[in-house]
């Protein structure tokens, strides 16, 4: 129990820090504490140098009108700003996918600039409200100097900002982001099984009769599993641990999360600490489970070949990024097993197969875009050049898809013209497959809408 009390409050740390709010409210607070110092009262022995004294205002109502007019126009400039930020928002979740809208709003610039609109106003909000005397002193009027400094600092950002969101709903800047996280995502994943604690079963582990069940206490998706932290407990009790899902999973409450096979059972103080491994979280995350990056690329390319955008350009763009990410996906092999420095196995867990990673992403594309002959091409040469990198057995799964797609291209290409253009392509450039010369004439029990 004292480990799982321990843990709450690392989470919630962890998760603010990972939030759109903490960001703003670092530079809000650092705005305040400025806010703070400008309006507490100075010493006498503290003095400003003589040649700065025609800075300072000869009356109050001329800091108090200046001040006002500059927080009424950083109140329309946050009010502007973030009426594109909604408008910028609205256009990616219809043209590309409505999962991408909460990245966007996370990227950090976007939440450097709210920080800063927000501090600026906190700042000359704080200065209207403390007082000023009949004739301010120039510490006064210079803190006030400061405000307007700070404003004209706001508008650099406004063109900052409004550079940064134009680019944010660009099709190449979206699709290259997503690539990017799933790299990045994948190369963590071949970081961390470089220890010599993992291991990659061939075949998925047995469960003996008599295995104990720790069911969930909450409903939603876990992002991430502290395997280190499941092994000790493994170790504590001398036993193995049998994750009953993936990471990214949602979950529902009274799940079977884990089956524990040992000689004792578990008392609730292990169990609460073995939850207490889990991290929950709002979404899909890219960065944590490189599988959700590729699914929505697929997703990205899937929206592009809907009638009401018909982007197939955009799809193929996806399909290309797609094939960089099945390669490396090829090369990185996940574990599936945790042993200790004795090598007796603690902890194994489900992973998703090259097999069904390929057939979640190219599947769908072929589906929704089987009139398009350039989206048909398109998938056969990313198959064709995925079998350079494959292994036999992998090689044999590419063949079935390249021999899908080329049923797809015989019936979307029925005009001669079409035929000939995609003959010219059937089995051009480097590949494995074992590919036709020509489109097959007929497809005897294969309907219009059947891929």
Partial sequence: MMIGLLRYPLQVTKAFRQSIAYLPSMLALGYFLLGLL????????????????????????????????????????????????????????????????????TERHHQWVLGNYLGTILYILMLLVVPIGDEPDLGRSLWTYLGAGMVIHCLGLFVYFIHKASQTVQINSVVTGLHQATNASLRHLEDKQESDHYRRLERPATLADGAFVVRSRRTGFIQRVDINGLAELAEALDGCIHLNFSPGDFTLSNFPLFYVQSQDAPDDEWEASLRGQLVYGDGESVEDIHVHGMTQLMEVAVKALSPGINDPGTARLCINQLTDLLRQRLDCLPDSAWVDSRNTLRVTWPVEGFDSLLYRVFAPILHYGRDDISIGLSLLKALKSLSLYATDRDVDLLQAHANRVIAVLARAAGHELDREFVNQRLDRGEHRLTLPATLPATLPGAGRHSP
């Fill in 38 to 105: 400008a309006v507490l009262p100075w010493e006498e022995g503290f003095t400003l140098p003589a040649y700065l004294d025609y800075l300072g205002f000869e009356d109050s109502d001329t800091p108090r009108t200046l001040l006002s007019t500059l927080i009424a126009g950083m109140i329309s400039l946050v009010v502007f700003s973030f009426s594109m930020v909604m408008s910028v928002l609205s256009q990616a979740g219809g043209n590309f996918s409505h999962k991408l809208v909460f990245g966007l709003v």
